[in-house]
Structure formats: structure tokens, C-alpha cells
């Protein structure tokens, strides 16, 4: 299979899952007695003066930066095979707990945000760093701990908010940390538009989107171009051939879930950071779980997640627009619940294709005839016993006592 075949294939399901849901939704749009087409127009409309236009890309922008964090942070873990749901705890508690100390401290502007960036990735990161050893040592579902673990994180989060974290006074319709100083706040990319001719917008650029970029390209070369990414994905496809390979598959398990979690840290830092300067209880929520479905459409690519967070922030702009034309917001809502679904799909059928390639291709170079039946899955034609989250493999971890283990 060639280059270009293979690049097909790979954007094909993010592409076909995209029509679908834009199909589905335009059906639901008419039967709410709506023009589709009109929902269309009002979704793309970025505005009629360079200043409006300006302020959508901007607030674009701004919503994709910690998406595509989130996206990233649950790819990480879907490459080992692993389906860190717990996404949305983690930053949650990483945010709460930067916040408080960022606030507490007085240090030179440079030191200060590097130091609330250290310490969110370290919450983050004990907090899944749990889900891993549970794992490892108890044999616990990551999917059931990490879920747990998210309404723990919830409910601390709220305890420190209200209790020894909290700055605002007392009978406060909003209750927040207390306020970070200006040694803290990161810089705005305002200036750099400016500079390129275009209009300032109404709002500040987030400057943490050259944080996000900076994370991505190095998620990408540690994954793709080390030998600790290559052990990951290694892992993620057979923990017991890697185990043969002389790779410790527990100690992979643990350290996926630590950089998983690392990343998940830096969701809240964005608004924290660039805009709210505090945590509250209007802050940002659901972020975790929206990065599962960035990461989906992705493909858990670096550069599919991106584009995937810049889909979703389009989406979630534009149901202001919509509402102000009396459509219904949860138009967006329904296109992003579809998006997940057919997402799934989509892959799944794309595996099935991109195996059939790879079975004639070896058939044409070996002079085999082609298995007729067969797709690589299981019987019928169904995905195979090892078909993980993301349409690849999952993990075996080797830990006594797991359903993983067994179908080893």
C-alpha cells in the first residue's frame, strides 16, 4: 500500500464521520420545522466587518487550545491501549490546586507561570498516575477507577474551593481562588495580529496557544521518533510480544498514565492563565470529556487532534449565532453527539478496508490466493478480540487476574 493510499485511508474515517453527522443533523434541523441550509449559513458567518471576523477566529481559537490539550492528553493513553475517561478529573484538580498556589506566591513574571505550569502537570499526573498502579497491582479497569476518580476530584475540588482554598469574601454570588497576581498572567498574542495588519479583536489571544503547540510537537517526536514511543505503541498493540521484546509492560502502563495526566494538567492553565486569573465555580467544565471525542476524530494524531479541537471550537462558537437567528443551540450539541458516533464507525470501517488492502497486497506478493472472508477482526467478520478504543489494539498488561490477561 502506498504512501498516498494509506493517507487516504486514514483521512477518510474522520472525513466520512463529519458528512454523517452533518447529514443526521440537517435532517433533525428540518423535522424542528428549521432551514438546514440557514443553519449552515448562520454557522459559518464569522461576521460582516474584519473586526467581527477577527473576534470569531479569536474566540476560535481560544476554545480550541484547550481542547486540543484534552485530545491530546486521552490520545497519549489510547496509543497504549488505554482509555483514560478520567481526563476531566484531572484537570479539574490541577486547576483548583495551581490556582491556590500561583496565588500564594510572589515570584518574577517568567518564574511565577512556569512554576503554575509545573505544578498542574504534577496534579494531573498523581492523579493518573493512580489509575495506573491500581492497574498494575490490583488489576482495576482503568475505565472504572478513572471514572471514580472523577467524581472524587469533583467533589474535593469543590471542598477546596469552598473551604481552605477559597479568596472570594463571604455571601459572594461567585465563589473563586484568590486572584493571581500579574506576575502570573501569561502574555496575550494581541501584538502578533497587530503586527500581521489584522483588526484588534475584543478579547485577548490566548498566549498559552504557543504553550499547546510547543506540547504537541513534542508529544508527536516522543511517540513517533523515540524509543520510549515506539515501546508505548509497541505495548499498546501486544503487552506480551513486548514483554518477549524485553519491555516492561507494567512500568509502560504507569508511565502513559503519568504523562496522560501530565498533559490533562494543562487544560484549566489557558483561561487560568489568560483570561479568568482565578478558579471558580463558573469555571470552564467538561473539557475531559470532550478531549475523548477530539481524540477520536483525530485519530490520535497530533495534527488530526488539532484539527479536530478547531472542529469542535467552530461548533461551539457558532451556537450563539444560532440562537440569535431562533434556532436551537443544542444544534451544535447534536452535531458533536453524532460527530462521536459515526466517528466510531467510521474507523472501524476504515480498519476493515485498510486490512483488506494489506491481505491483497500480501496475496498479490506471495501468489496466495486472499482470504474471501476474512478482515482481520473476528468471526463474521466482527472487530477482533484485541480491538481497542480507538479501532487499534488492547493493551495486555499481564496483571494476574485480568480479563487481558486471560484472552492472552
Known sequence: ??????????????????????????????LIGQDP?????????????????????VVILNRAVPLFLAGLAVSIAFRMGLFNIGVEGQYRMATVVSAAVGAAVVLPGPLH??????????????????????????????????IMLNFIALGLASFLLTGPLRGSEEGASIITTAPLPESAWFPDLNGVLGALG???????????????VF?????????????????????GMSASAATASGVDARRMVVTTMLLSGGVAGLIGLPDLLGDSRSFGTEFTAGLG?????????????????ALAALLFAFLDRAALP???????????????????????????VVR?????????????????PPDPGGDGGGPGGGPGPDSGPDGGHRVRTGVPGTPEEARA
Request: glycine share 10%; no cysteine.
Open 352 to 368: 476493515r478496508l485498510t486490512l483488506r488492502s494489506a491481505e491483497r497486497a500480501g496475496a498479490a506478493a506471495t501468489g496466495a
Open 113 to 146: 507561570v512556569l512554576l503554575v505550569i509545573v505544578v498542574a502537570m504534577a496534579v494531573g499526573a498523581f492523579w493518573a498516575g493512580i489509575v495506573g498502579v491500581l492497574k498494575v497491582t490490583r488489576g482495576v479497569s482503568e475505565v472504572i477507577s478513572s
Open 198 to 212: 489584522l483588526a484588534q479583536p475584543r478579547t485577548e489571544l490566548f498566549g498559552f496557544l504557543i504553550i499547546a
Open 215 to 235: 506540547i504537541g510537537i513534542v508529544i508527536s517526536v516522543l511517540v513517533q521518533r523515540t524509543r520510549f514511543g515506539f515501546d508505548l505503541r509497541a505495548t
Open 1 to 30: 500500500m502506498n504512501r498516498f493510499r494509506r493517507t487516504g485511508l486514514a483521512l477518510l474515517g474522520p472525513v466520512l464521520a463529519v458528512l454523517v453527522a452533518l447529514v443526521i443533523s440537517g435532517v433533525v434541523i428540518a
Open 37 to 57: 441550509l440557514r443553519a449552515l449559513q448562520v454557522m459559518v458567518d464569522l461576521g460582516d466587518t474584519p473586526s467581527q471576523e477577527v473576534q470569531s477566529i
Open 289 to 305: 470529556f470532550l478531549g475523548i471525542a477530539v481524540a477520536l476524530l483525530g485519530r490520535n494524531n497530533v495534527v488530526g487532534v
Open 322 to 348: 444560532l440562537q440569535f437567528a431562533d434556532i436551537p443551540a443544542s444544534v451544535v450539541t447534536i452535531i458533536q453527539g453524532t460527530i462521536v458516533l459515526a466517528v466510531v464507525i467510521a474507523n472501524e
